[in-house]
C-alpha cells in the first residue's frame, strides 16, 4: 500500500519536533453490505474507506492526525501536524530504518468474500427470509443482514517495525418478530468469523434463521421474569459477555494506570472463584476478534489474566507497557485509521471446568437458566455491570420450566466472579461482538461453559 | 445542516452526480466534509492531541422500484465516478419495492437556524488546552475525595450537502465544541464515577464551573450507596436519565417501524397512550435544542411535529419513503448517520411540555419512592417491539417527602406502554441538555426495582 522509503521519511518527519516515537498506521477496507427487510431486498450497498492516522508521542504528550490522502504529501502533512501536537522543544533530525516484519496468518482465508458474486450474497438472506418464517405461522417479520469486509493494513513506526496484515470477516445477523395474544416478542441470532465466504460450507444459514425465530417464538408463552436475588445458571457459549464486563474491562492496563479500575493492585491475589481460568486470546483461528498482530504491529498473543482465581496479569499496549518498562501483550486496538490505539480485548474466554452441565441444573432448586444474552456494559471503577437476557427461563425443582420476558441483570464485577460456583465441561463460543470503548468499537469473541452463579440480581417485574 | 457554506463546493459535486443520472433513474448524492479536534489532559498535561479530518460521498440509484447503494471515505473525482458506477450495478440485486423513491420538495418552508459560529475558527489551539487543563483544575478543586480520569476539550465543523434528481438542492454547514471530564470518587476502598459537560457553539459559551460541580456532585453522592430491597414503588427520573427514556419513547414513535409491522403503536393514532399529563413534540426548529437543525437528511424542511399531545397519540415520525407507503404528509425526519448509510425515520429533537414544579416540591409530596440520577444499560435491557423495560439505576431513597441515602446495584422494570400511563407528573425544570431530547423531572407510579 505504501512503499518502505516513503513511511520511513514520514517517520522522520514525525519526529523532528522532538518526539520520541512515530506511527504510521494505513488501512484500505472495502466491504460489502446486503439487507433484507419485510420480505425483501432492500439495498445492496458497496463501500471503501482508506487512509492513515500517525501518531508522534513525545514523554506523556500523544500528538495524532489521520488523512485520507495516502500519497508522500497528504501522509507529510499529517505526520506535520501529529509533530506539531506533540512538540517537546528540541528536534533534530533521525533516520529510521525499517524492517519488514515476517507475515503471520492467524486466519487462513480460502474464499476471499470479494471474489464471490453480489447474487450468493443476496440468496443467503433470501434463505434466511424462508427459514424464519417457515418456523412458525406467528413469525411476522424478519429483518437480515450480511457483510463482509477486506482490510489490508501497513503499520510502521521509529523503533524500525513495519508489518503488513490483511483481515477478512465475515458476518450474518437475523432478526425476526412474533405476533400473538400478548403482543410482539424478538429473537436475534448471528454467525461471524474471521473467515471467508467458505463459512456458509460450514454453517447452513438456515440454522441460524431459525435459531432467531425460535427464540422469538419462545417468548411469546414467557412470563415476567423475576425481580429479586436467584442463583443464575448461564448456557455454554452465552455468557462470555458476563466475564468480558464483570472482568475484562477493568483488567485493561490503561484503565489499571488511572485507578479507575477494581482490579487495580491485585495482580497475585484471589478475585475469582478458584474453578475461573479467564484467558484472552488474541490467536484463536477464526474467532471473531482473531488476529495476527494488534493495531500496533505486535503479535497477537495468548495471555492468561485470571488463573485458578488468581489475577495473573493485565493487558497492555505499546503506550502502558512502554511507561511500566514490560513487554505489550498484543491488546493494541482501534476501530480505524482515524482513531488512536488504546489497550482492548481479543477473544476472551473462560476455560473448561470439570462438571456435566446437566448436573448443574439438576442440583439448582430454584433459579434462572439463561440461554442467550444481548448486550452489556459495566462501570469500571464501581465493578458494578448488567447485562441483558434475551432467552432464558425459570429453573424450579432443579429442572428448565417456563420461558421469561426479557430484562437485565445487575451485578457487582468482583462479586459475581467470587459467587461462580460450578463450571460445566461444555466450553463454546459465543456470539460476534462490537466492544465499545471510549466511542470506538472493534470485534470481539467470548466464550465459557455452562456455570452458575450462586446469586445475582434479576430486573424483571414479577415477585 | 444550516446556512449554505461558503464556496458551495459539496453542492457542486453532489449536482455534478445528480447531473449523470440516466434516463428513468433517480440519483441522490451526499457528500461530507469535517474537521475536528480533541485534547485530553491528565494530570495538567496533555495526554493526547487529535487533528482529524474526513470526508465522503454517498450515493442512492433508485429504478424500477430498486435500489442499489454505494459510498467511499474520499472526495476524489476518479473514485466518485466509481462509486456510482458501483450503485448502479447494486441496484440490480434489489427487489422492486412500489414504495421506494427520493424525498421530493414539499412546499414546506425552512426556519433557518444560527449553527455556525466564525469565531470558532479562531480559536488557538493553546486556548483548547487550556480549557481542558483548567477544567480539570475546577473540578479537583471541588472536593479533596475527588480525582479526575480525564478532562477533554473537542470541537467539530461539518458541511454536508444533498442533490437529488427529484429537486432536492440542499447544503448546511455546522460547528461546535464540547468540554468533559470524568471523575472518580474515593472514600476508603469505596469508589464512585462521575462525569459533567458543557456545549457552545464558541468557547465563551462553554460553561466550566457548572461542569465542574456536576462531575463532582455526580461521584460523590453515591458513596456510601447501598444496594435496596426490591419492591415495587415510585420513581423520579432525574431530567439527565428522563432524556433517554424519552429517546427511546420517540424511537417507538416511527412511521417505519409501523409499516414493517415492529410498533408497539401502529393503528392507535388518536387513542390514549399515556396519562393526559404528556405532550411530547419533535421540534427541531427550536433553536434551544442541542440538536436544532433547518433540513432533515433527506434535504426536506426540519419541522415542529407533535407525537402525543395530552396523552393522545397524533402522528408518528416519518422517512420519505415511510410517508410515501403510509399514504401521510412528510414530516422531514430522515436521518442520516454520515455519508455510508442511507437516511431513516427518527426523532431529531424531542421536547417534554414542562409542568410547574421543581424537583424539590415533586419530592416533597413522595412518601416511599427513588430519585434516579443515573441508568446503565438502556441498550440491553429495553425491548423497543415487546415493550419490556429493565434497566441498571442508581440513585437517592426517598422518604416522608426527603431525598435519603445513595443506592446501587438495582434495577428498575416495567413496560413501555405501562410506563408511559404511569406518569404522575411532569416536572417544570426543564433542561436542554446535549442529546436529542430535553429533560425534566417525571415521575412514575408503579415501577418494580429489584435489589437485594
Not at chain 1, 484500505?28 to 453490505?33: A, C, I
Not at chain 1, 450468493?120 to 411476522?140: E, T
Not at chain 1, 501497513?154 to 418478530?177: K, M, P, Q, Y
Not at chain 2, 483544575?137 to 471541588?142: F, H, I, S, V, W
Request: hydrophobic share 40%; glycine share 14%; proline share 4%.
Amino acid at each position: 500500500m505504501i512503499d518502505n522509503d516513503i513511511l520511513e521519511r514520514v517517520l522522520a518527519e514525525g519526529l523532528r519536533t522532538g518526539a520520541d516515537f512515530a506511527e504510521v498506521f494505513a488501512s484500505d477496507w472495502r466491504g460489502t453490505g446486503v439487507g433484507l427487510d419485510d420480505g425483501k431486498i432492500e439495498q445492496l450497498s458497496t463501500g471503501r474507506n482508506r487512509g492513515a492516522g500517525i501518531r508522534v508521542i513525545a514523554g506523556d504528550t500523544t500528538g495524532f492526525a489521520h488523512t485520507a490522502d495516502l500519497s508522500e504529501a497528504g501522509l507529510m502533512a499529517a505526520a506535520r501536524v501529529a509533530a506539531e501536537a506533540a512538540r517537546q522543544g528540541g528536534g533534530g533530525t533521525k533516520v529510521i530504518a525499517l524492517t519488514t516484519q515476517p507475515s503471520r496468518i492467524v486466519s487462513p482465508i480460502k474464499i476471499d468474500p470479494s471474489t464471490i458474486g453480489k447474487a450468493a450474497k443476496v440468496d443467503l438472506l433470501r434463505r434466511v427470509d424462508d427459514a424464519a418464517r417457515s418456523a412458525g405461522g406467528a413469525i411476522s417479520q424478519v429483518s437480515a443482514g450480511y457483510s463482509d469486509g477486506r482490510t489490508r493494513i501497513v503499520i510502521a513506526n521509529s523503533d524500525g517495525l513495519v508489518a503488513h496484515d490483511e483481515r477478512v470477516r465475515t458476518l450474518l445477523r437475523v432478526s425476526a418478530v412474533a405476533n400473538g395474544d400478548a403482543g410482539m416478542q424478538t429473537g436475534f441470532d448471528s454467525l461471524g468469523h474471521t473467515m471467508g465466504f467458505e463459512l456458509f460450507d460450514k454453517v447452513q444459514v438456515e440454522d441460524v434463521a431459525r435459531a432467531a425465530a425460535g427464540r422469538a417464538l419462545t417468548k411469546l408463552k414467557a412470563r415476567p421474569a423475576p425481580s429479586g436475588s436467584l442463583p443464575v445458571v448461564i448456557k455454554a457459549g452465552s455468557g462470555g459477555v458476563l466475564f468480558h464486563e464483570a472482568c475484562g474491562h477493568g483488567l485493561e492496563a490503561d484503565l489499571v494506570a488511572k485507578g479507575a479500575s477494581v482490579y487495580k493492585g491485585k495482580v497475585g491475589e484471589l478475585v475469582a472463584s478458584p474453578l475461573v481460568t479467564l484467558v484472552d486470546d488474541g490467536t484463536m483461528t477464526h474467532e471473531w476478534g482473531a488476529i495476527a498482530i494488534d493495531d500496533e504491529g505486535h503479535p497477537s498473543q495468548y495471555n492468561v489474566l485470571i488463573e485458578n482465581g488468581i489475577l495473573t496479569d493485565y493487558m497492555w499496549d505499546y503506550l502502558r507497557a512502554r511507561k511500566e518498562g514490560r513487554p505489550q501483550s498484543g491488546n493494541g486496538r482501534r476501530q480505524s485509521y482515524k482513531d488512536l490505539p488504546m489497550v482492548r480485548m481479543t477473544n476472551t474466554y473462560v476455560l473448561n471446568g470439570e462438571e456435566d452441565p446437566a448436573d448443574i441444573i439438576k442440583d439448582t432448586p430454584n433459579g434462572v437458566y439463561v440461554a442467550h444474552l444481548g448486550g452489556g456494559s459495566v462501570n469500571t471503577a464501581t465493578g458494578d455491570f448488567v447485562f441483558g437476557m434475551t432467552e432464558a427461563y425459570l429453573i424450579e425443582n432443579g429442572e428448565i420450566t417456563e420461558p421469561l420476558r426479557e430484562g437485565n441483570l445487575i451485578g457487582n464485577g468482583p462479586q459475581v466472579l467470587r459467587d461462580i460456583d460450578r463450571l460445566g465441561n461444555d466450553f463454546a463460543m459465543g456470539n460476534p461482538g462490537t466492544c465499545g470503548k471510549d466511542g470506538q468499537g472493534v470485534p470481539v469473541g467470548d466464550g465459557q461453559p455452562t456455570l452458575r452463579v450462586k446469586s445475582m440480581t434479576i430486573g424483571g417485574t414479577a415477585s | 445542516m444550516s446556512t449554505p457554506d461558503r464556496s458551495g463546493e459539496l453542492l457542486v459535486i453532489a449536482e455534478r452526480v445528480v447531473a449523470m443520472a440516466k434516463p428513468g433513474e433517480q440519483v441522490e448524492a451526499y457528500v461530507s466534509r469535517g474537521l475536528s479536534t480533541e485534547v485530553r489532559v491528565y494530570e495538567g498535561e496533555v495526554e493526547h492531541f487529535v487533528s482529524a479530518q474526513s470526508e465522503g460521498i454517498g450515493i442512492r440509484v433508485i429504478k424500477d422500484g430498486r435500489t442499489g447503494t454505494s459510498y467511499c471515505g474520499t472526495l476524489d473525482p476518479s473514485q466518485i465516478a466509481e462509486v456510482l458506477a458501483e450503485a448502479r450495478d447494486n441496484l440490480g440485486y434489489g427487489e422492486p419495492d412500489e414504495w421506494s423513491g427520493l424525498a421530493e420538495p414539499d412546499g414546506v418552508a425552512v426556519v433557518p437556524q444560527s449553527l455556525w459560529d466564525d469565531s470558532l475558527e479562531n480559536t488557538s489551539t493553546a486556548r483548547k488546552i487550556e480549557l481542558a487543563k483548567l477544567l480539570e483544575k475546577l473540578t479537583l478543586a471541588g472536593d479533596s475525595r475527588v480525582r479526575v480520569d480525564d478532562s477533554n476539550y473537542s470541537d467539530a465543523f461539518g458541511e454536508a450537502a444533498v442533490a437529488t434528481t427529484t429537486g432536492i438542492r440542499v447544503a448546511g454547514r455546522e460547528n461546535g465544541c464540547y468540554l468533559s471530564v470524568g471523575t472518580l470518587a474515593d472514600d476508603g476502598d469505596e469508589t464512585q464515577t462521575g462525569f459533567g459537560f458543557a456545549v457552545g457553539r464558541n468557547v465563551d459559551e462553554l460553561d466550566l464551573e457548572r461542569a465542574a460541580r456536576e462531575a463532582v456532585d455526580r461521584a460523590t453522592r453515591l458513596l456510601g450507596a447501598t444496594k435496596p430491597e426490591s419492591r415495587r414503588i415510585t420513581v423520579v427520573l432525574d431530567p439527565f436519565v428522563t432524556a433517554q427514556f424519552l429517546g427511546i419513547i420517540g424511537g417507538t414513535l416511527n412511521g417505519e417501524s409501523v409499516v414493517k409491522g415492529r410498533s408497539l403503536f401502529a393503528n392507535r393514532i388518536g387513542e390514549v397512550v399515556a396519562n393526559p399529563l404528556l405532550t411530547l413534540v419533535d421540534d427541531p426548529t427550536n433553536p434551544l435544542a442541542y440538536t436544532a437543525t433547518d433540513i432533515d437528511g433527506e434535504g426536506l424542511a426540519a419541522r415542529r411535529n407533535a407525537l402525543i399531545q395530552d396523552g393522545v397519540l397524533q402522528k408518528f415520525v416519518q422517512s420519505s419513503y415511510s410517508a410515501r407507503r403510509m399514504g401521510v404528509a412528510p414530516t422531514g425526519n430522515g436521518l442520516r448517520g454520515g455519508y455510508g448509510g442511507s437516511p431513516s425515520a427518527g426523532c431529531l429533537a424531542l421536547q417534554i411540555v414542562p409542568g410547574l414544579r421543581s424537583q424539590a416540591e415533586i419530592v416533597a409530596g413522595i412518601d416511599d419512592g427513588i430519585l434516579i440520577q443515573q441508568v446503565q444499560g438502556l441498550h440491553s435491557g429495553v425491548n423497543a417491539v415487546s415493550g419490556d423495560f429493565s434497566t441498571g439505576a442508581a440513585g437517592l431513597l426517598i422518604k416522608n417527602g426527603t431525598v435519603g441515602a445513595p443506592v446501587r446495584e438495582f434495577t428498575i422494570a416495567s413496560t413501555l406502554q405501562k410506563m408511559l400511563l404511569d406518569i404522575a407528573e411532569v416536572g417544570g425544570d426543564l433542561e436542554w441538555l446535549p442529546m436529542s431530547a430535553t429533560g425534566v423531572s417525571l415521575v412514575i407510579h408503579d415501577v418494580t426495582m429489584s435489589g437485594a
